[in-house]
T-cell receptor, first 111, second 118 residues
């Protein structure tokens, strides 16, 4: 049983396209996150949702829009993809202060 | 200022030896948590160990232990009896905020690439 599941694992797309990455957690956690890992492997928060409410919205281009249909799902939609959006995107979830579990990551390549 | 500093871009250790990966942090909060993650070449982020700022004992999980020195603001990861499968990137991270809060983001260091050789 995968606790935090992201799809797809790999995504190759052309500049200008719109794409979505889906995330689901079966841990019963209240808070979900999107992190971006750049080419130098640095991880940075993008968004956080708590019980479907947006809590953290970092300085991210508004081409990126998270959507949380319920507290088990947090999807990331990206419009008008650019070369610089190529990265690994991680979904994560937590309930207690000592928890933060990550999905397997989605490697996005924009060509 | 960086919240998390990992000063060792790469570390090498022989199989069965112990290794310490350094991590220092910067926060003015009294309540915070420190995490270590392992990222193998396959890419997933694997949670290893957690230490709360109020925890008096150093955290341990199997071969992993966290050497928490609050006054020095350091949270080093110690891996005992290294195995070839321990070769990976290791990230230190911190969550600030009120005790019990789940809303805090994780701040990550830039990672240490550990290579275990036979």
């Amino acid at each position: 049983d995968t606790a935090v599941s992201q799809t797809p694992k790999y995504l190759v797309t052309q500049m200008g396209n719109d794409k979505s990455i889906k995330c689901e957690q079966n841990l019963g956690h209240d808070t979900m996150y999107w992190y971006k890992q750049d080419s130098k492997k640095f991880l940075k928060i993008m968004f956080s949702y708590n019980n479907k409410e947006l809590i953290i919205n970092e300085t991210v281009p508004n081409r990126f829009s998270p959507k949380s249909p319920d507290k088990a799902h947090l999807n990331l939609h990206i419009n008008s993809l650019e070369l610089g959006d190529s990265a690994v995107y991680f979904c994560a979830s937590s309930r207690g202060v000592a928890e933060a579990f990550f999905g397997q990551g989605t490697r996005l390549t924009v060509v | 200022a960086q919240k998390i500093t990992q000063t060792q871009p790469g570390m090498f250790v022989q199989e069965k030896e112990a290794v310490t990966l350094d991590c220092t942090y910067d926060t003015s909060d009294q309540s915070y948590g420190l995490f270590w993650y392992k990222q193998p070449s396959s890419g997933e982020m694997i949670f290893l160990i957690y230490q709360g700022s109020y925890d008096e004992q150093n955290a341990t999980e199997g071969r992993y232990s966290l050497n928490f020195q609050k006054a020095r603001k350091s949270a080093n990861l110690v891996i005992s009896a290294s195995q070839l499968g321990d070769s990976a990137m290791y990230f230190c991270a911190m969550r600030e905020g009120r005790r019990g809060s789940t809303l805090g983001r994780l701040y990550f260091g830039r990672g240490t690439q550990l290579t275990v050789w036979p």
